[in-house]
């Protein structure tokens, strides 16, 4: 069974930061699109950032452009987990927080996903 597990959300402060994680088991997602997702409350659901091991043995990262330079997507292939370090984290970050995986290469479409996480509550304080 596929199983996404996030955690590490929390109550943080403006400017602070925090790191997700999100642990898979059932199948390895080394040749999968990981990505992450939020919705915040009263809106849909909206790509934040994806990342991907190519064939050639590059690592590729995507990032929105509300979190980019902020935000950094990394993954950890031997524990099959992937994370997102939040850096400077504003009011509008805050959502829960979804990781996701695919085969295909529409990372920013959330209906390509074939797998998700159940989701992590990150709560940004003014």
């Known amino acids: 069974q596929v199983q996404l597990v996030e955690s590490g959300g929390g109550l943080v402060q403006a400017g602070g930061s925090l790191r997700l994680s999100c642990a898979a088991s059932?199948?390895?997602?080394?040749?999968?699109?990981m990505g992450w997702f939020r919705q915040a409350p009263g809106k849909e659901r909206e790509f934040v950032a994806a990342s991907k091991w190519n064939s050639d043995g590059v690592y590729y990262t995507y990032y929105a452009d509300p979190v980019k330079g902020r935000f950094t997507i990394s993954r950890d292939n031997a524990k099959n987990t992937v994370y997102l370090q939040m850096n400077s984290l504003k009011p509008e970050d805050t959502a829960v927080y979804y990781c996701?995986?695919?085969?295909?290469?529409?990372?920013?479409?959330?209906?390509?996903?074939?797998?998700w996480g159940q989701g992590t509550q990150v709560t940004v304080s003014s």
């Open positions: 059932g199948r390895t997602f080394t040749n999968y699109f």
């Open positions: 996701a995986a695919q085969r295909g290469s529409d990372y920013t479409i959330m209906q390509k996903y074939d797998y």
